[in-house]
């Protein structure tokens, strides 16, 4: 009977998250819709007509690929959970592998495979079809397969050891294998941020020295007024993928760097670029990095206490249509299920998390203020909502659920106000 009521629980907070989710979908598209027309008057002489009309358009075109791609996961997830496809998986994979660690890490690898190449197609088409249409796309083939490619033999070389440990952990350990996992995964986290920069990062694109002598020495005298150290300014090639522009700093301790995008190079000028950087700069010394891994970790020791018990009760694997295996560890398994069931049921507070993300914004946003010039931020965020097709008037209901940043009015009226008071 608990098994049944979880069945029926699972299905019910899937349909209400479906429910909320095609309606927020169809609130951001009515609203986008009603007004692509105008301009809003705050940005009605810096940014054209033909430009927003194009924002509007490009996130209705997302918005409407993603209300597809939601039914298409509802599916896949009912497929691998109620219809059995994680039970004749486990079932034919157990029977080459036989029970032991191979198996259980031949599960996981297979369920990666499979759901990686279910969400190829989707891949595809958004950058070379959605993103191609808005003139944003960059990429060839070639590059997007052998992303893929790079992608997927680095998973394995890290990800499959990874697994090997946590299996292992969940066998040898005991009732706290949970507590020793998240010790485990914490150290692997900050292990990865360390060496992202200099190992990672540079298999997929390539960072050179950034080489304007006029824009280093005014980078390097923002950095020195805000006390932050770097270990180098670089230039990302990220033209040869997208259009889109970014900066961003990454690393921690003596490995940390900045990047910045070539296309925000190209487009915006020194002092914009200063005070884009501030604002990057701002997280930092706002403590705001370490405020999201402080939750991230924390969130992770809860969810794997959760875990730690799940993992031992027979409903939770028949309520998810998988029967435990009698002669091998279910422990894959496990984390499998848990990894499907957890969104479904989390959904609904995303505005909590986009509460706290936007604060930090509205924080960077005032530091960046304070040692920059106001307008030159405004005037960078104005040119990059225009180059990435950022929708000036998104629904205020689903920018709350999905956005981490404030709408582009809020924000820029915030930073003119205390342009004004200054």
């Not at 034919?92 to 592998?97: A, C, E, F, G, R």
């Not at 670089?234 to 993928?241: A, E, Y």
């Not at 009698?326 to 995303?350: E, G, Q, R």
Request: glycine content about 6%; proline content about 4%.
């Amino acid at each position: 009977m608990i098994s049944v009521a979880f069945s029926v629980f699972f299905i019910s907070f899937l349909l209400v998250t479906l429910l909320v989710q095609f309606w927020l979908g169809s609130r951001h598209i009515r609203h986008i819709l009603q007004h692509r027309s105008q301009v809003p008057a705050q940005f009605a002489e810096k940014i054209p007509l033909a430009a927003h009309q194009k924002a509007a358009d490009y996130t209705i075109a997302k918005t409407k690929l993603g209300l597809v791609l939601l039914i298409f996961n509802a599916l896949v997830l009912i497929g691998f959970t109620l219809f059995g496809g994680l039970q004749w998986l486990s079932v034919t994979l157990v029977k080459i592998t036989g029970p032991g660690m191979w198996y259980q890490i031949s599960l996981i690898a297979a369920f990666a495979v499979v759901s990686s190449l279910l969400e190829l197609p989707f891949s595809y088409y958004s950058q070379f079809v959605l993103e191609q249409k808005f003139g944003f796309n960059k990429m060839t083939p070639g590059l997007f397969f052998g992303d893929l490619i790079k992608s997927t033999l680095l998973g394995a070389v890290i990800g499959l050891p990874l697994i090997w440990v946590v299996l292992t952990l969940m066998d040898k350990s005991g009732a706290l294998w949970w507590l020793y996992a998240w010790l485990f995964w914490s150290g692997f986290q900050l292990l990865m941020m360390l060496i992202y920069p200099s190992v990672i990062a540079p298999l997929f694109n390539k960072f050179t020295p950034l080489e304007d002598d006029g824009l280093r020495a005014r980078i390097e005298g923002l950095m020195e007024r805000v006390g932050f150290a770097s270990k180098g300014l670089f230039v990302m090639d990220g033209s040869k993928r997208s259009a889109h522009g970014n900066a961003y700093f990454s690393g921690f301790g003596a490995s940390k760097r900045i990047v910045f995008f070539d296309t925000l190079l190209s487009r915006l000028a020194p002092a914009e670029i200063e005070a884009v950087l501030a604002h990057e700069l701002g997280h930092f010394k706002l403590k705001h990095i370490v405020k999201r891994m402080i939750v991230i970790f924390g969130m992770s020791l809860v969810f794997l206490g959760l875990l730690g018990y799940l993992k031992e009760q027979i409903w939770f694997y028949t309520g998810l249509g998988v029967e435990p295996m009698l002669l091998a560890k279910n422990d894959a398994m496990a984390l499998i299920l848990f990894m499907l069931s957890v969104p479904v049921f989390t959904f609904l507070f995303s505005p909590l998390t986009s509460i706290s993300s936007r604060k930090h914004e509205f924080e960077a946003d005032a530091f960046a203020a304070k040692h920059t010039d106001a307008n030159d931020l405004v005037a960078a965020l104005v040119k990059l909502y225009e180059d990435n097709a950022s929708t000036l008037t998104p629904d205020p209901l689903h920018s709350a659920f999905y956005d981490s940043h404030p709408p582009a009015t809020v924000r820029i009226n915030k930073l003119l106000a205390a342009s004004s008071a200054a």
